[in-house]
Nanobody
Framework: QVQLVESGGGLVQAGGSLRLSCAVA????????MAWFRQAPGKEREFVAA????????AYVDSVKGRFTISRDSARNTVYLQMNSLKPEDTAVYYC????????????????WGQGTQVTVSS
């Protein structure tokens, strides 16, 4: 059974950086296209970034382009989200997600979800 565990969240000042990790257990990372979503209080879950099964292509929501980078490390069975130049509007719970299908931006496309990790950016 596939399990996803996020880590790396925390409290940072605006302009700072964090790197989130998503450890995949139960199956090889190579079986899945991966994504990061985020959800702020009172708002719907929002697509942030995604990466194909082989890491050949990535996708980002416009608001994080140039600041965030998604990557994957098959040896560690881990997906990362490097977040630079953080802004208060990046504050949210960040979720890792996996799909056995193609990379997508819709939450409904993803079969497996982590528990989430809180990212708080102070102004």
């Amino acid at each position: 059974q596939v399990q996803l565990v996020e880590s790396g969240g925390g409290l940072v000042q605006a302009g700072g950086s964090l790197r989130l990790s998503c450890a995949v257990a139960g199956r090889a990372l190579s079986n899945y296209a991966m994504a990061w979503f985020r959800q702020a209080p009172g708002k719907e879950r929002e697509f942030v970034a995604a990466i194909t099964r082989n890491g050949g292509r990535t996708a980002y929501v416009d608001s994080v382009k140039g600041r965030f980078t998604i990557s994957r490390d098959s040896a560690r069975n881990t997906v990362y989200l490097q977040m630079n130049s953080l802004k208060p509007e990046d504050t949210a719970v960040y979720y890792c997600a996996a799909t056995s299908g193609p990379m997508a931006v819709a939450t409904m496309a993803y079969d497996y979800w982590g528990q989430g990790t809180q990212v708080t950016v102070s102004s």
